[in-house]
């Protein structure tokens, strides 16, 4: 019998597909624009580099962060920067309502990290992780604001997780 691999971090399931669609709506918009300016007879470099230049700026804006988290970490891979903090010395967890729910979250170490939560809604393994190191950081007495936060988020995942349950049972 052999003993049981550890798990590398858990990842964003859904990462790869929207990823995926940021692609190829960066890569459709760069045909349309670049096929429509031929058709009318004007493309000429300066045009195409232009083309171009916005086909890579719309998939810098499309292309999602990428969250992983680990025993006592959460990361979030942004294209340009790379957030990380220590779930087990979380300090502050707020969240943040507007055009776009964000939670903003700070460990012991002036570490900070915003994320949106639906991510963690949609993949119990990232939240598997996170609520475990929350709970060493209320364990450690670290966490000093947010828990109420993460305790609604917590719920919120867990109804969700028991309709997808029913839902694929047939039960609902």
């Known amino acids: 019998m052999g003993g049981s691999r550890p798990q590398g971090p858990a990842g964003d399931r859904h990462w790869c597909s929207s990823a995926r669609c940021a692609v190829g709506c960066a890569l459709g918009f760069a045909a349309m624009t670049e096929l429509v300016d031929w058709d009318a007879g004007t493309l000429t470099p300066p045009r195409t580099l232009l083309w171009l230049t916005l086909s890579a700026t719309l998939l810098v804006v499309l292309l999602p962060p990428h969250v992983t988290a680990g025993p006592g970490w959460l ?17 502050t967890v707020r969240q943040f309502d ?14 900070r990290l915003e994320l949106d939560p639906r991510v963690l809604v949609t993949n119990p393994l990232l939240w598997h992780e996170v609520d ?25 995942i867990d109804d969700e997780t028991a309709r997808s349950v029913l839902r694929a049972s047939g039960l609902s």
């Open 132 to 156: 475990t190191g929350v709970r060493r950081s209320l364990e450690r007495g670290t966490l000093r604001e947010g828990a109420e936060v993460l305790q609604r988020l917590g719920h919120r």
């Open 98 to 111: 507007g055009v776009s729910l964000h939670l903003v979250l700070r460990d012991a170490y002036g570490h």
């Open 75 to 91: 990361a979030v891979q942004g294209t340009m920067r790379r957030q990380v903090v220590r779930t087990d010395a979380l300090v």
